[in-house]
C-alpha cells in the first residue's frame, strides 16, 4: 500500500475507533481523517458498518474505543446541548431521505430553519426557495414526499441537509437504488455543492465508479478494518487483492461467493437432517 | 424443565429491560411538556388528530352504550318497581365505570394504535434519527406534544361520552318506555355526588389517558424498525393498553369508592 | 407546518363540548347545583341510635330536603351517635325546640332526617344543638317486640 499520507489538515477525525454490534465486531480499532473542503469516500461491502460509521460520527452511536473528534471537539465527550449545537453544523443525507412524510417539501427544507432560526416567515421563504433552487427542484415545493421519486427526495432532503448551510455534509449511500440520470445529477450536485460551499463531503458508498469520480480520497473497509487508503488512482492501482475484487466487482477472490458452510459433497449425502 | 426455567428468567429480564426503558422515556417525554406550552401550536396540531378524530366514535358509542344502559336497567328495575331510580343506574353506571373505562378503551384503538404506527414508521423511515442529527430532540418535537394532547382529550373525551350515555338512557327510558322525565334527572342528581362520582371518573379519564398515550408513544418508539416490527407494536398497544386499562381500573375503583 | 382554520375550528369545538360535557355532569347529573351554590348553618342532634343514616343522607322539613347530614360519630361519654346536619341558610327560622327524626323512605328506602317544626320563637342558628330526637326504627327490633307480644297475648 504506497499510498499517499493521510491528509492533515482535517475536520473529523476518527482515532482508533473499535465498535461491536452484540458478538460482531465491526469496527476493530480503526482511523480515518477527513480533510477540510474535500470530499473523501468512504467504500466497502454491504454490511461493514459504514452507515454506523455515520452514526458514531454524528454522535448518535457510543464507541467502545476511540475518539471521534468533529472540528475540535470530542464528540462522545460533549454535553447534550453542545452535541446538538455542534450538529447543526453537520448536515447528513439518509439513504431513504427521511423526509417528515407530514410536510410538503417548502416545510420540509424550512424545518431546521423553523425549529433553530427565529427568522420571519419571509426570509425563511427566500431561504428555502434559494436551497431549493440549488437542487434543482424549486417547482415542486407543494408536493408531499409520497408524490417524490427517490431521486427527488434524496435531494429535497440534501436541500433541507445544507438549509442551515453547515460546515460539512454526510451522505449515506447516495447513488443506491437511483437510475442513471438521477444518479449523475447527484453527482453533479455533490462535487457543485462541496466546490460553492466549501463544505467538508464524507460519502458513504459501495457505487465503485460515481465516488470514484468525484471523491478526493478514499477509504476502503472491510472486516472492521481499513484495508486500502488513497486517491482515487490509487486505490485503482492497488496491489491489494481485496481492493481490486471490490473495485472491480469480481464474484470470487478474498472475498469468497459462497456463504460459509461444509462440504458440498458431503452436505448432500447426509441424510436424515431436516436442514 | 430448566429450559423452562431459563425461558422464564430471560423474559423477566426483557420485561425489566423494557420497563426500564419505558420509564426512561417517560421521564423524557414529561421533561419536554414544558417546550411544548412554549410552542402550543404543536400541541394544537395533536388535539386534532388525536381528540377530534376519535370525537365521532366516542359519541355514537356513548350514545349507544347509554341506550342499552337504560334498556336493560329499565327491565331489571321494574321488576322492583324502582323505575325512577334508572337515572340513577344509568348515570352512575357511565360516570363511575363505563364513561372512563370504554372510552379509554376506544381511544387506545382510535388514537393510540394510530400514534403507535405513526412513530413507528417515523423511525422505520429514518425521521427520528434524521431529526436527531439536524439537532431537532424527537421527543420533545415529536413525542411530548402527542402525549400532552392524549392527556387532555381522554377527560374531555370521556365526560362527553358519560354526558351523550346519560341523555341516551333518558331518551329510551322516559321517552320509549315512559319512566318519568322528572324522576329520572332528580333521582340521578339526588344519589349521584360530585366529588364521589364526577371527580373521581375525571380522575380516572385521566389516569387511563396518561397510561395509554404512555404505551402507544413507547410502543411506537421502541418498535423494531421493520413493517413487522411496526404491526407487532400496534397491536401490542392495544392490548397492553386494553390489559392495564381495566386492570389500573379495578385499582382506582377499590381505592375510591371503597370506603362509603 | 399546516396552518389550517377549519382544523384550529374544530379543535376549538371539540375542546368546547368536551367541557361542556364535564359542565353538563357536574350541574345536571350530580348533586353540586343543589348545595355548594348557597350558604348554610350547622346544628347537631344526639340519637340514641342513628340507624343506617349516613353523611350525606338528606335532611328534610315536611317532606322538603333543606339539607344534609354531614358527619356522624359515636360519643363515648353519653354512647349517643352525635348528627351534625348542614342546613341551608336560606330555611333560618326554624323553631330552636323543632324535633328530629330519623325515618326510612319508604320499606326499602334510604334513612333521612326529618326535621318536625316547634312553637318557639327562637330560632335555631350556627352550632345549636336540636334537644328532641327520636332515634330510627330498626326493621328487626320492631319485628321482634311485635312477635313477643303477641305470643304473649296467646297464652
Given at each position: ?50 452507515t454506523?460509521?455515520l ?36 448536515g447528513m443525507l439518509f439513504q431513504s431521505g427521511a423526509l417528515l412524510t407530514d410536510m410538503n417539501v417548502f416545510d420540509n427544507v424550512a424545518f431546521p ?15 428555502v426557495l434559494?436551497k431549493l433552487q440549488a437542487v434543482g427542484l424549486r417547482g415542486a415545493r407543494q408536493l408531499m414526499p409520497n408524490e417524490l421519486s427517490g431521486g427527488m427526495a434524496r435531494r429535497i432532503a440534501l436541500a433541507r441537509a445544507i438549509a ?5 455534509i454526510m451522505y449515506d449511500e447516495p447513488f443506491t437504488g437511483q437510475d442513471p440520470i438521477s444518479k449523475g445529477a447527484l453527482v453533479q450536485l455533490i462535487?457543485?455543492l ?9 460519502i458513504v458508498s459501495?457505487d465503485?465508479?460515481e ?65 | ?120 414508521l417515523m423511525k422505520a423511515t429514518e425521521q427520528l434519527s434524521g431529526m436527531?442529527m439536524m ?90 424498525p421493520?413493517s ?33 | ?155
Amino acid at each position: 500500500m504506497a499510498n499517499s499520507a493521510p491528509p492533515k489538515n482535517s475536520l473529523v477525525s476518527v482515532q482508533n475507533l473499535s465498535f461491536s454490534r452484540g458478538n460482531k465486531k465491526i469496527f476493530d480499532d480503526i482511523s480515518l481523517e477527513f480533510e477540510r473542503g474535500k470530499i473523501t469516500a468512504i467504500m466497502g461491502p454491504s454490511g461493514t458498518g459504514k452507515t454506523t460509521l455515520l452514526k458514531l460520527i454524528g454522535g448518535q452511536l457510543f464507541p467502545e474505543q476511540g475518539t471521534v473528534i468533529v472540528d475540535d471537539n470530542n464528540v462522545h465527550r460533549l454535553r447534550r446541548n453542545e452535541l446538538y449545537n455542534l450538529r447543526k453544523r453537520m448536515g447528513m443525507l439518509f439513504q431513504s431521505g427521511a423526509l417528515l412524510t407530514d410536510m410538503n417539501v417548502f416545510d420540509n427544507v424550512a424545518f431546521p430553519l423553523r425549529e433553530h432560526t427565529h427568522l420571519p416567515e419571509s426570509m425563511i421563504r427566500t431561504l428555502v426557495l434559494m436551497k431549493l433552487q440549488a437542487v434543482g427542484l424549486r417547482g415542486a415545493r407543494q408536493l408531499m414526499p409520497n408524490e417524490l421519486s427517490g431521486g427527488m427526495a434524496r435531494r429535497i432532503a440534501l436541500a433541507r441537509a445544507i438549509a442551515l448551510d453547515p460546515m460539512m455534509i454526510m451522505y449515506d449511500e447516495p447513488f443506491t437504488g437511483q437510475d442513471p440520470i438521477s444518479k449523475g445529477a447527484l453527482v453533479q450536485l455533490i462535487q457543485s455543492l462541496n466546490n460553492i460551499l466549501g463544505l467538508t463531503s464524507i460519502i458513504v458508498s459501495h457505487d465503485v465508479q460515481e465516488t470514484a469520480a468525484i471523491a478526493d480520497y478514499i477509504y476502503v473497509l472491510s472486516g472492521g478494518k481499513v484495508v486500502g487508503q488513497g486517491t482515487p488512482k490509487e486505490i485503482e492501482q492497488s496491489p491489494s487483492e481485496w481492493v481490486q475484487q471490490f473495485m472491480n466487482g469480481a464474484p470470487d477472490g478474498p472475498v469468497h461467493f459462497h456463504y460459509p458452510a461444509k462440504d458440498y459433497v458431503d452436505d448432500l449425502l447426509s441424510t436424515g437432517k431436516r436442514y | 424443565m430448566t429450559e423452562f426455567l431459563q425461558q422464564l428468567g430471560r423474559n423477566t429480564h426483557t420485561s425489566f429491560t423494557k420497563l426500564g426503558r419505558a420509564s426512561f422515556f417517560l421521564l423524557q417525554t414529561l421533561s419536554g411538556i414544558l417546550s411544548v406550552l412554549a410552542r402550543p401550536r404543536l400541541l394544537l396540531n395533536q388535539l386534532y388528530s388525536v381528540g377530534v378524530l376519535s370525537f365521532l366514535i366516542i359519541t355514537i358509542s356513548g350514545l349507544f352504550v347509554g341506550m342499552v344502559l337504560g334498556l336493560q336497567g329499565y327491565y331489571i328495575l321494574s321488576d322492583f318497581g324502582a323505575e325512577e331510580t334508572l337515572g340513577v343506574m344509568v348515570a352512575a353506571s357511565l360516570v363511575r365505570e363505563l364513561g372512563p373505562v370504554v372510552s379509554a378503551l376506544l381511544f387506545a384503538g382510535r388514537a393510540g394504535s394510530a400514534l403507535t404506527a405513526e412513530i413507528g414508521l417515523m423511525k422505520a423511515t429514518e425521521q427520528l434519527s434524521g431529526m436527531e442529527m439536524m439537532a431537532v430532540d424527537p421527543i420533545k418535537r415529536i413525542i411530548s406534544p402527542r402525549f400532552l394532547a392524549g392527556l387532555l382529550s381522554m377527560p374531555l373525551l370521556a365526560a362527553l361520552f358519560s354526558a351523550i350515555g346519560i341523555i341516551g338512557g333518558q331518551l329510551v327510558g322516559s321517552g320509549l318506555l315512559g319512566v318519568d322525565e322528572g324522576a329520572y334527572w332528580s333521582q340521578m342528581q339526588s344519589n349521584l355526588d360530585f366529588k364521589d362520582d364526577i371527580i373521581n371518573g375525571v380522575i380516572k379519564s385521566i389516569v387511563f389517558g396518561f397510561v395509554t398515550s404512555w404505551i402507544a408513544l413507547f410502543e411506537g418508539y421502541d418498535a423494531i424498525p421493520t413493517s413487522e416490527g411496526v404491526s407487532r407494536a400496534t397491536t401490542r398497544t392495544v392490548v397492553n393498553s386494553a390489559f392495564t386499562i381495566l386492570g389500573l381500573d379495578f385499582i382506582l375503583t377499590a381505592l375510591m369508592f371503597g370506603d362509603d | 407546518m399546516q396552518h389550517s382554520n377549519t382544523q384550529d375550528t374544530l379543535v376549538g369545538l371539540f375542546v368546547a363540548s368536551g367541557i361542556a360535557g364535564l359542565f353538563f355532569l357536574a350541574m345536571q347529573v350530580s348533586n353540586l347545583s343543589s348545595f355548594t351554590a348557597h350558604d348554610s348553618y350547622t346544628v347537631t342532634a344526639r340519637f340514641s341510635n342513628s340507624g343506617g343514616l349516613k353523611v350525606k343522607s338528606p335532611v328534610s322539613a315536611a317532606g322538603v330536603r333543606i339539607g344534609r347530614v354531614s358527619a356522624i360519630s359515636f360519643d363515648p361519654k353519653t354512647y349517643q351517635s352525635v348528627v351534625q346536619m348542614t342546613i341551608d341558610s336560606q330555611y333560618n327560622t326554624l323553631p330552636d325546640d323543632s324535633s328530629a327524626s330519623v325515618f326510612t323512605a319508604g320499606l326499602l328506602g334510604e334513612q333521612y332526617v326529618n326535621l318536625d317544626a316547634g312553637g318557639s320563637d327562637e330560632f335555631l342558628t350556627d352550632g345549636s344543638e336540636i334537644e328532641i330526637t327520636q332515634s330510627a326504627i330498626i326493621l328487626e327490633k320492631a319485628l321482634g317486640q311485635f312477635l313477643f307480644k303477641s305470643a304473649e297475648e296467646k297464652k
